[in-house]
């Protein structure tokens, strides 16, 4: 069985930075691609980034410049560096993976919170 947990979250003020980690338990190397999600209250979850086996990242419009995500395979963690954080970006992130090539993310790691607020 697949777990992935999250930790890192926390209350920053805006302009302040978090790093989110996920810890897997097998090697990222046995997915094809790992991501972040996030859903804010009230709103429907959406992809902040996503990461593939053959090295490709990409990432939401909301985000880019200011949001970057990477692997240790050593660690079989995957991490969020959050810079610039606007109240916007508010919500419970979710680390997921996927065993297959294309389609829907299906591991999903408990959530972590993040809160932007003065």
């Known amino acids: 069985q697949v777990q992935l947990v999250e930790s890192g979250g926390g209350l920053v003020q805006p302009g302040g930075s978090l790093r989110l980690s996920c810890t897997v338990s097998r090697s990222v190397f046995t997915f094809n691609a790992m991501g972040w999600y996030r859903q804010a209250p009230g709103k429907e979850r959406e992809l902040v980034a996503r990461s593939t086996s053959g090295g490709d990242t990409n990432y939401a419009d909301s985000v880019k410049g200011r949001f970057t995500c990477s692997k240790d395979n050593a660690k079989n963690t995957v991490y969020l560096q959050m810079n610039d954080l606007k109240p916007e970006d508010t919500a419970v992130y979710y680390c997921?993976?996927?065993?297959?090539?294309?389609?829907?993310?299906?591991?999903w790691g408990q959530g972590t919170q993040v809160t932007v607020s003065s």
């Open positions: 997921a993976a996927r065993s297959a090539a294309y389609g829907s993310f299906t591991y």
